[in-house]
Nanobody, 121 residues
Framework: QVQLVESGGGLVQPGGSLSVSCAASGSIFRIYGMGWYRQAPGKQRELVARISSGGTTNYVDSVKGRFTISRDNAKKMVYLQMNSLKPDDTAVYYC???????????????WGQGPQVTVAS
């Protein structure tokens, strides 16, 4: 199958920076879009940023200019650099990837376990 393993996150003061990384592994034929979503307590999971296999990116308005998503196709990794963090950015951040496995032609979405990002003084 396919596994997404995240690293990074943690506690940071407002205005600080953090990064999270996600490595995909398993029976992967091709990875299409990859992205980061987040879920704060009592709120629905929301898209933070996505990046296509060709490098096209899109961001939720609240993080534009502060967050940067990138990927390394050879390493099957996606990254999220978060700058100028605010308390409202506190959430569990989930990695997502649309993957075609070696077993067929369908594309399915896979999720990581979600590291916690806490922004507090």
């Amino acid at each position: 199958q396919v596994q997404l393993v995240e690293s990074g996150g943690g506690l940071v003061q407002p205005g600080g920076s953090l990064s999270v990384s996600c490595a995909a592994s398993g029976s992967i034929f091709r990875i299409y879009g990859m992205g980061w979503y987040r879920q704060a307590p009592g709120k629905q999971r929301e898209l933070v940023a996505r990046i296509s296999s060709g490098g096209t990116t899109n961001y939720v308005d609240s993080v534009k200019g502060r967050f940067t998503i990138s990927r390394d196709n050879a390493k099957k990794m996606v990254y999220l650099q978060m700058n100028s963090l605010k308390p409202d950015d506190t959430a569990v951040y989930y990695c997502n990837a649309d993957v075609q496995t070696i077993w067929g032609t369908s594309v399915s979405g896979y999720w990581g376990q979600g590291p916690q990002v806490t922004v507090a003084s």
